[in-house]
Structures are given as structure tokens and as C-alpha cells.
């Protein structure tokens, strides 16, 4: 058990104040100009020259929330202003990601391709698009590769001679910059502001630093999708029964959701679902999207025992299963590795009969790193030095493991002791509803602006219950120094009992339950001393 400092509301105020200290508090008229995006101009005139000359025009998209917000705004845009534009997400399973040779017999025909989230990558199937004299515009966020697609215009703010501030910003944040450079150009009256409720959506989903511009941007969308009049917004406050969102509302409930159409069959449900134009049309489309999420979970969670039944004694984990579903291996890496506090593979077997799977580093070490130095066993290879996407034959699997182990240990990886994320030990007589107002004075949290955890010590467990359908979740009552809290424990295996004295990390919620407001923890870990 680490110890914290000692925490106040006045030194907390400080923490999340400094997070503050490069950038400051933005607004959107703090936004740069489109124009600093490198080819954002130049794409611009090539879509105007494509609407006056009446060419085909076709989106490609990505299967994850970033990519689905992408094609949703620049559909409606193009829907507003009144030219037609033609879109396919690709299917995770049949087409692979993003602009790829598999797409390519789809898009003949068409004189311009427009890529969102996707696309600085696609050296091959770019080449294919400029054989058959189809002009392509690729904009994208993501790291760049050693050769560029071979494109008319490249957008991409990570480009060494681009000139926007930020490099950490999203698909959508560039599909919205394209479509407010292309508003001002053709002089529309379209309001353009009115998407941000749906590229906040993104932002939070996609796990951008929630700093500068994007936390304007947020804050700008929050505010709008919280009276919002967009079908599907008023479908998903009807059913999570609130009339008011926050920043958690969307990465831990409407994010999920908007993924797991990508991930167990197709993307283009929740397209069609933010698309909607009523309110009726968007409830049937969430039940659908629910319905995937809900297989989703059950899958995961069959996918994650068996995974842990295979950990075995490594610094980094490969694990494997013949039939495990692609959709949800990234997200079994990410439980696994929390879990064993390792980085983590995990791979299936496809239809070719390649191991295919996804992985997510733990701590301090660059999983792109340790796994690039292996690119002679690998068939495909791409990723940050957070998440990965790896694909190679099962005879190489071996080899694999032991090279990653090799490069892990040159790399000297401090294994970690505490939790970066906990910010100091609070006592209980300083939880109260004025520590939580403070707290949301710095929301939304999410990457590089984490909602703040705490742990408490020496704190008597009064009361332990299940609840939940299949008693999966703990409710507990505490007592620290004559106060008393409630927490929560979301899915847990831990075996407790009343009167145990215990050291808990958590974060402070204020639960809205029957027209009353209470303070609950929502419980990280909880560990029983030692008598």
C-alpha cells in the first residue's frame, strides 16, 4: 500500500488547476484558423470544383465512434447544403480498416474519394484510386507512416510542415474544420456550430487530451447536446432516463454503445442511428445498437476468463484462442492487462488462418516500440505506444513472444507501484457536496485531465451486499471517524466482510436516485489489512 500525500480541497483546487498552466481555460473563439491544417484550402477547392461540375463524390469512414461521427457530419453537411454524397464505412470483418484494396471495386466509378479518420496508411489502394483517375482527399489524425498514400490533398495536423498548434485532436474535429472551411467558401447559412454536440461525442470517445481546444470543444457540445432536439440525443437521454448529460454519460455509456455495432456486425447502424429524423425511427436503431452491446459484453467477459485461465509467468502477455471474436479482442487487452498489470496481446486465429488481434500496454512501457522491433514476424503492424494491432502467421508465434520479451527487458520498464492516478489520501470529513462543485468547476475529466481518485485509510467496512442481475457488483457502507459513506464496486470478485478494516482508492459521485442527491465512492480497489 503506497502512501499518498494528504489531500485537502485547497490543495486538490491547485492539482487540477496546474493542468491548466500551458494552454489555459479556451473557448471556441480561441479555435485556429481551418486554414493552418496543411491542405485543408487546397481540399476545400477540389469538394467546390466537384459540386460545380455535379462529379461523384464518396466518404470513406472508420468503424469506431471517431469515424462514425466523421461520416455522420459530413453527411448531414452535405445533406444541407444539397449535393449528394455517397458513404461506406467498412465492415471490420469483410474489408479490414479504413481505405484498403477490398474497397476499391466500391468506389469505381466516382471522380472524387474523400477519407475521415482514415487514410495515411493507404499507400496501396491509394495508388489503385490514382490508376483509375479518381482524385482522392485523405484526411486522418493519426501517426504518419514512412511513405505518405499518394493523394491530391493530405490533411493530417501530425505532418511536419503543418502549422496547426495541436497535434492531438481527432477525425471528426478535421471532418468539422473541412466542413467550416467549405461553409465560408460557398457562403451558406448552414450553422455550423450545431454539429459540435456530435464531434464532442468523439473527442471524449476517441480519448483525446481533454486540454486546449478539445476541452472547448467539449464544453461548446456538452452544452448543446444538453438541449438538444436531434432525434437520436432525445432517444438516449429517454433511455438512460436523465435530461442532462455529463462528460462519463458518453464515454462510459454512449461511446460503448456507438462501438459495438463496429464491432459485432456493422458500423453503419450507428451511422443510420445519428442520422435519424425521428424520434420514433431513432429509439428502434438504439434498441438495435443495445442489442449489439449487450452480446458484446457477454462475449467479452467469456473472452476475458478464458484469457486469464492462459496468463502465464512473462513481463508481456500473448495469449491466444482459436474462436475468439476480432471486435472485442481490444477491449479483453485492456481488461487483461489492468488485471495483471502487464501489457497485453491478444490474438485469434481468422479465416485465413492468420493470428489477428489487438494490444494494450500497462505502466510505463511503449508496447509500438517493443512489437516494432519485430516487424520480420509480423504480416501487419500499426498503432501508438498505447494500443496496437498486430496480425502474423501462427508459426511465428513463439518467435514473437520471446523477441517482445527481449526487447521489454533492454528497455529496462519500471514496474509501478502506485497509481498515477491518485492524486492524495482524503480524509472523509472533507467529502461533502462543496468538494464536488470545486470538481466540476475542472470537468469534462478523460485523457490528460483525469477525474481526480483518492484513497482513504484505516476505514471500517460497516456493510457489504450484491446487487445487480447476477450479483456481479458489491454495495458497501463505511465508516472513517464517525462518518459514514456508501460506495459502490462494479463488477467484483472481492470476498469481504463486516467490521474488516480496509485502505480504499475511489472516485467521489454524486448519485441521483428518486428526486435525491447523494455522495457515493465508486470504488477502484479495496484491500484489507493484515491483523
Not at 447544403?81 to 479504413?98: A, E, S, T
Not at 460503448?256 to 428502434?284: C, H, K
Request: charged residues 20%; negative net charge; aromatic residues 8%.
Amino acid at each position: 500500500m503506497h502512501n499518498y500525500p494528504k489531500i485537502t480541497p485547497n490543495s486538490l483546487e491547485k492539482i487540477l488547476h496546474s493542468r491548466f498552466d500551458k494552454d489555459g481555460f479556451l473557448s471556441l473563439k480561441d479555435l485556429p484558423h481551418p486554414t493552418l491544417l496543411k491542405d485543408l484550402q487546397k481540399a476545400t477547392d477540389r469538394i467546390i470544383l466537384a459540386i460545380e461540375k455535379k462529379e461523384k463524390i464518396i466518404l470513406i469512414g472508420d468503424y469506431d465512434v471517431d469515424g462514425v461521427v466523421s461520416t455522420t457530419i459530413m453527411k448531414l453537411f452535405f445533406d444541407a447544403i444539397g449535393v449528394k454524397l455517397d458513404w461506406i464505412i467498412p465492415n471490420r470483418f469483410r474489408d479490414g480498416y479504413g481505405l484498403s484494396p477490398t474497397l476499391i471495386p466500391k468506389i469505381k466509378g466516382y471522380d472524387l474519394v474523400i477519407t475521415v479518420d482514415n487514410g495515411i496508411s493507404a499507400v496501396g489502394a491509394s495508388k489503385m484510386c490514382a490508376e483509375m483517375g479518381i482524385d482522392l482527399i485523405i484526411t486522418d489524425h493519426h501517426l504518419l507512416p514512412p511513405i505518405l498514400p499518394t493523394a491530391y490533398a493530405i490533411v493530417d495536423q501530425k505532418q511536419e510542415s503543418c502549422n496547426f498548434p495541436y497535434s492531438e485532436i481527432c477525425g471528426a474535429q478535421i471532418a468539422w474544420y473541412l466542413i467550416a472551411l467549405l461553409k465560408n467558401n460557398l457562403g451558406s447559412k448552414v450553422d455550423i456550430k450545431a454539429y459540435l454536440e456530435l464531434v464532442a461525442i468523439a473527442i471524449i470517445a476517441d480519448m483525446m487530451p481533454l486540454l486546449h481546444i478539445n476541452r472547448a470543444m467539449v464544453l461548446s457540445g456538452m452544452a448543446l447536446l444538453n438541449t438538444s432536439t436531434r432525434p437520436c440525443i432525445q432517444a438516449f437521454k429517454e433511455h438512460l432516463k436523465k435530461e442532462t448529460f455529463v462528460g462519463d454519460d458518453i464515454g462510459f455509456q454512449l461511446a460503448p454503445i456507438l462501438n459495438s455495432a463496429g464491432r459485432m456486425e456493422d458500423a453503419s447502424f450507428s451511422v443510420e442511428f445519428l442520422m435519424s429524423t425521428t424520434t420514433y425511427q431513432a429509439t428502434i436503431a438504439l434498441e438495435k445498437l443495445i442489442e449489439f452491446n449487450t452480446h458484446r459484453k457477454d462475449i467479452e467477459q467469456q473472452i476475458t476468463k478464458e484469457a486469464l485461465n492462459q496468463v502465464y509467468d512473462g513481463d508481456v502477455l500473448v495469449l491466444y484462442g482459436n474462436n475468439w471474436h476480432e471486435g472485442v479482442l481490444g477491449i479483453v487487452a485492456a481488461r487483461v492487462s489492468q488485471y495483471c498489470s502487464k501489457p497485453t496481446i491478444i490474438l485469434t486465429k481468422n479465416s485465413v488462418g492468420e493470428l489477428k488481434g489487438s494490444g494494450r500496454s500497462f505502466g510505463s512501457c511503449n508496447l509500438f516500440d517493443i512489437t516494432n522491433s519485430c516487424r520480420d514476424l509480423l504480416l501487419k503492424f500499426g498503432g501508438h505506444h498505447a494500443a496496437i494491432g498486430v496480425s502474423l502467421l501462427e508459426e511465428n508465434l513463439e518467435s514473437f513472444k520471446k523477441e517482445l520479451e527481449s526487447n521489454y527487458a533492454k528497455n529496462s520498464y519500471s514496474k509501478l507501484e502506485y497509481d498515477p492516478q491518485v492524486v492524495g489520501e482524503l480524509s472523509f470529513r472533507d467529502i461533502s457536496f462543496d468538494l464536488t462543485a470545486l470538481m466540476k468547476k475542472y470537468e469534462p475529466y478523460g485523457q490528460e485531465n483525469q477525474r481526480p481518485k483518492f484513497v482513504s485509510t484505516s476505514v471500517t467496512l460497516m456493510q457489504v451486499d450484491t446487487m445487480g442481475k447476477n450479483s456481479e457488483h458489491l454495495r458497501f457502507a463505511f465508516l472513517q471517524e464517525g462518518i459514514l459513506l456508501t460506495g459502490v464496486k462494479f463488477k467484483s470478485e472481492n470476498l469481504l466482510h463486516t467490521g474488516e478494516s480496509v485502505y480504499i482508492s475511489y472516485t467521489i459521485n454524486e448519485n441521483y436516485f428518486r428526486g435525491e442527491t447523494t455522495l457515493q465512492l465508486l470504488i477502484d480497489s479495496i484491500q484489507v489489512y493484515n491483523n
